[in-house]
């Protein structure tokens, strides 16, 4: 089983508020985050997925595949068709469970959580090969799926694979975004685990999803699994 190796850590602001009962309205980040050499470059892309194909090509020509980084839903429900998967590694970013969701898995009244990329870390998923013959067509369903409200900042980012690092297309969060909660302390953790659940479900089947999956492909996400038996010794799963 291979482990993430992250490096980011966070402390809650003592000055921080409650919003709904549910998390920390702010918390102060602080992140230490290792240097790094990657051969490809990292660049943030358009929030148009026109514009994101067209600087894709334009940077590493027209017929390039494009590939697109899995690290939570995407690896169990991804949505669209892939010519390709390969388990990949990307540097430099980490996956947590620090983003809002007052639609999906939670409500407005009680927002739930779902999984954000940040700088800082590492992070172990999959990525996928779309179709050259179906190319727009699968990546507006990719679009729509990952972009409906655009929270997320699209970023093209090396992900190393065991053939060699490709560019793939990762949907990112900065922590200056709304959706970012900050460090959220276990207790808090537990009430939006109870209570958070929206049209897609709840926060802790979300959680729950995610951790299977991962093991299923051999990525032991240690956060993770720490949150899963948070939630095991306080009885919301078997």
């Known amino acids: 089983m291979v482990k993430d ?3 980011a850590r966070c402390s809650t602001s003592p000055a921080s508020t409650i919003v709904a009962g549910c998390w920390p309205q702010r918390a102060d980040c602080n992140s230490e985050v290792s240097t790094l ?6 660049y943030t892309a358009h929030r148009a997925p026109d514009q994101v194909l067209a600087q894709h090509r334009e940077r590493h020509g027209a017929d390039a595949p494009v590939w697109v980084l899995g690290y939570a839903s995407l690896i169990w429900r991804p949505e669209f068709d892939a010519e390709e998967v390969r388990p990949a590694r990307v540097q430099g970013w980490h996956r947590c469970l620090r983003m809002r969701s007052r639609i999906n898995r939670g409500t407005p009244e009680c ?21 050259a013959q179906d190319m727009e067509q699968q990546f507006e369903r990719l679009w729509a799926r990952e972009m409906p409200i655009g929270v997320y900042d699209p970023r093209w980012l090396t992900a190393m694979t065991p053939q060699g690092p490709v560019p793939a297309l990762t949907f990112t969060l900065s922590r200056r975004s709304p959706s970012w909660t900050g460090a959220i302390p276990d207790e808090q ?32 996400d240690r956060e993770i699994e720490r949150l899963v038996r948070l939630a095991r010794q306080h009885g919301l799963c078997p």
């Not at 940040?118 to 172990?124: D, I, K, N, Q």
């Not at 999959?126 to 179709?131: G, N, Q």
């Not at 953790?189 to 979300?206: E, K, N, Q, V």
């Open 5 to 7: 190796n992250r490096v």
């Open 37 to 42: 050499v990657i051969k490809l470059p990292s």
């Open 111 to 131: 927002p739930g959580l779902v999984f954000a990329l940040v700088h800082g870390g590492a992070c172990r998923g999959l990525v996928y090969r779309l179709p």
């Open 189 to 220: 953790m537990l009430h939006i685990l109870r209570h958070a659940s929206g049209r897609f479900g709840s926060t802790l089947d979300y959680l729950l999803l995610t951790a299977k999956a991962l093991r299923a492909h051999g990525v032991v």
